[in-house]
Each structure stands twice: as structure tokens, then as C-alpha cells.
């Protein structure tokens, strides 16, 4: 929660989609930083460079700024249990991944002639990218609840039967055994 909240605050934006249109780090400046002795990330304002991974010396900069303000903030709150340097680490650059990853995705792709996308190309297959996960999403869920749905079901009937003592109860046991399988299994069949 610290690091979602402290992303905030140093990139402006609340949702991961909104990075999208995230400006990378200047290359001139990330190659004067690496190569020559040119100055680094700025600590009030951090840019990544979102052409190189988190282990870049420009990405690891920012990653160290950012490393020290969510200490700072912890220390600031008196957390009751201090967290290990690493394990902050760890969130940080976990969440640099994931936004670079929705960042990359936002880049134009090459189409089959050799030429960019358009803008409204690339968003509409964002947009075609979103609705098909939303779809997925929904499936999912409606599978889920109509596995529970049927577990529900034939555990109350095994009860009733069992308080009836009806000759059918094996069966019914049987069935709610089966229905014991993990929910997925169901659609794997």
C-alpha cells in the first residue's frame, strides 16, 4: 500500500493505465549519467528509463531515491515493524515492472509493412486487448459461481438425504465427492 501510495505522490497518477502515457527518461541524459559524469536522476521528480529494466545504473538511481523516501515515510509513521531494506526493494522494482509492462504495451507496434502504428490503431488494440481480459474476467467468475452454485446444491441434498435415510444417498455422495474437484478441473474435462 506504502508503494502504490508513494508512486503516487512522485508520478502523479493513481491507476496503472495512466502510465501509459509516462515519458521515459531523456537517452541523453541516462548516457551521460552511465558514461560520463553527467548528472543524475532528480530526487523530487524521478523519471525512469523506460527502455532498460530495473537493473540499468539510471533505474537503479531511481529506484535507491525512491528506496529512501518510502523509508523515510515509514520511519515518519513509527511503523511497528521496521521492513528490511530488500523487501521494500523488492516492492519498488516488482511495480516498476508491472507499470513498464503496461507501458510497453502502450508503445505503437510495427505493422505488417514495416511501418508504426497510428495512435488510433494502437488504441484500439488496447481497447481490443482490455475487452477481451474483461471477457475472460466475466467468464471466469460466471464458471466459479456456477461451480459453487452446484456444490451448495448437492451438499444440502446429501444432508436432506442423510436425514431421510433415503436409498440413494451412495449416489449423492458419490456426486459430492466428484463435485470435490477443484472448480477449474470442471472446465478442463
Not at 104 to 132: C, D, F, H, S, Y
Amino acid at each position: 500500500m506504502k508503494c502504490s501510495k508513494l508512486f503516487k505522490e512522485k508520478f502523479g497518477f493513481a491507476h496503472d493505465t495512466e502510465f501509459i502515457a509516462y515519458d521515459s527518461a531523456d537517452p541523453s541524459d541516462v548516457h551521460a549519467y552511465e558514461y560520463e559524469d553527467g548528472p543524475g536522476p532528480d530526487v523530487d521528480s524521478p523519471i525512469f528509463d523506460l527502455m532498460h529494466g530495473p537493473s540499468s545504473v539510471w533505474n537503479i538511481a531511481v529506484i535507491d531515491n525512491l528506496l529512501q523516501a518510502l523509508q523515510a515515510e515509514c520511519n515518519n509513521e513509527n511503523w511497528p515493524v521496521r521492513q528490511s531494506d530488500a523487501y521494500l526493494r523488492t516492492l519498488i522494482v516488482d511495480r516498476y515492472k508491472r507499470l513498464r509492462t503496461v507501458w510497453r504495451k502502450a508503445q505503437p507496434k510495427l505493422m505488417a509493412k514495416g511501418i508504426l502504428e497510428t495512435p488510433a490503431e494502437t488504441e484500439t488494440r488496447l481497447v481490443a486487448e482490455w475487452n477481451a481480459l474483461l471477457k475472460a474476467n466475466r467468464q471466469t467468475t460466471c464458471r466459479r459461481n456456477k461451480y459453487y452454485r452446484w456444490l451448495a446444491v448437492v451438499e444440502y441434498l446429501v444432508k436432506l438425504k442423510m436425514e431421510e435415510n433415503e436409498d440413494d444417498i451412495d449416489a449423492w455422495k458419490w456426486l459430492k465427492d466428484l463435485l470435490a474437484l477443484p472448480w477449474r478441473a470442471w472446465y478442463e474435462l
